[in-house]
């Protein structure tokens, strides 16, 4: 693992993850996912060992099929495994959940059309039992950490699809999730709204060290935004490797055109040629 990189940050801002320090918030270890298909089994996820430490930026990339989602899912106990373990934060994936320790954002922003901008991210506050001027105050707050303030009162179909989204990750951020689960969140968008995401993304991160665990297809996108990239394989869907980011911790897309960038990108884009084999 990369030794900790700290160059650049103004004073007064801690560090983002020391790798040699930060603990565990998800272990796997030889977890197995078999769907019982009408056929056959389906093999999602094969023996899967992964450990992922608190305050990483996580990819996880690979051919459709290969079982992103499904670790994603079974990570935030939305799936259980068939055989192995997985530990959240030391816990069982129920108790972490029962804890309120991910929140989630899905490809599709999954807003509420008759609810206001404000209204969806207090939603989840609310379900939880804050009290309502509490929770006005907490979405305020993450509408604006995404950029979104002043469009508290519209509604989300008079917002764009990229503004949807950062509406999606406000509500995701507003319990403070330990751990911030993300499918695609960026699938949909035109390239430039997803630069602008991926770049708010990466200062987000950057500034709240929140361990992020992000599915995607695109190998410029993981490279971008992660600290490990890990790449999978379908059939059965497994880990085929798993790279350590060298890039530092804070980010620009100009860093695209660097000699580093490519590099990673072209070790990336081999392990996925390799899976597929
Ligand atoms: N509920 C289910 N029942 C049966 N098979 C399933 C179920 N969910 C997923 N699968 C199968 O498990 C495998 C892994 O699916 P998964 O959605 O995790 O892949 P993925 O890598 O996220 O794919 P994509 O990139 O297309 O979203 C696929 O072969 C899929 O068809």
Redesign the pocket.
């Known amino acids: 693992m990369n030794a900790p990189q700290t160059a650049g940050f103004s004073s007064g801002k801690a560090p983002v993850f020391d790798p040699a320090s930060a603990r565990p918030a998800v272990v796997a270890r030889r977890a197995s ?1 078999i ?3 009408a056929d056959q089994p ?4 094969s023996e899967v060992d992964l450990t992922i430490r608190q305050g990483e930026f996580v990819s ?1 990339i ?12 079974v990570i935030a106990d939305l ?1 259980p495994i068939s055989s192995g373990e997985v530990l959240v934060n030391e816990m069982s994936p129920s108790e972490a959940r029962e804890r309120r320790a991910y929140g989630y954002v899905f490809q599709a922003p999954a807003l509420f059309p008759w609810r206001t901008v404000l209204a969806n991210v207090m939603l989840p506050l609310q379900i939880m039992g804050r009290e309502l001027s509490q929770c006005e105050a907490i979405a305020r707050e993450q509408l604006a950490r995404v950029g979104l303030a002043g469009f508290e009162k519209k509604y989300p179909w008079q917002l764009s699809g990229g503004m949807q989204q950062r509406v999606s990750i406000a509500r995701a951020l507003g319990f403070e999730p330990k751990i911030l689960m993300m ?2 969140p960026f699938g949909a968008l035109d390239e430039i709204t997803r630069d602008k995401l991926n770049e708010q993304l990466q200062q987000l991160w950057l500034r709240e060290q929140r361990t992020v665990v992000f ?1 995607t ?1 695109s190998i410029a996108e993981a490279v971008y935004l992660s600290t490990r990239i890990v790449v ?1 394989s ?2 059965p ?1 497994r880990i085929v490797k798993v790279i350590d980011s060298p890039l530092p911790f804070e980010r620009d897309l100009s860093m695209r055109d660097t000699p580093e960038f490519a590099r990673l990108a072209q070790e990336v884009r081999e392990a996925l040629a390799e899976g597929h084999h």
């Open positions: 996912v769907y019982q298909a389906v093999h999602a996820l996880l690979g051919p459709s099929g290969c079982g992103k989602t499904t670790l994603l899912r799936e499918d695609e599915v297809h999978m379908p059939r869907g």
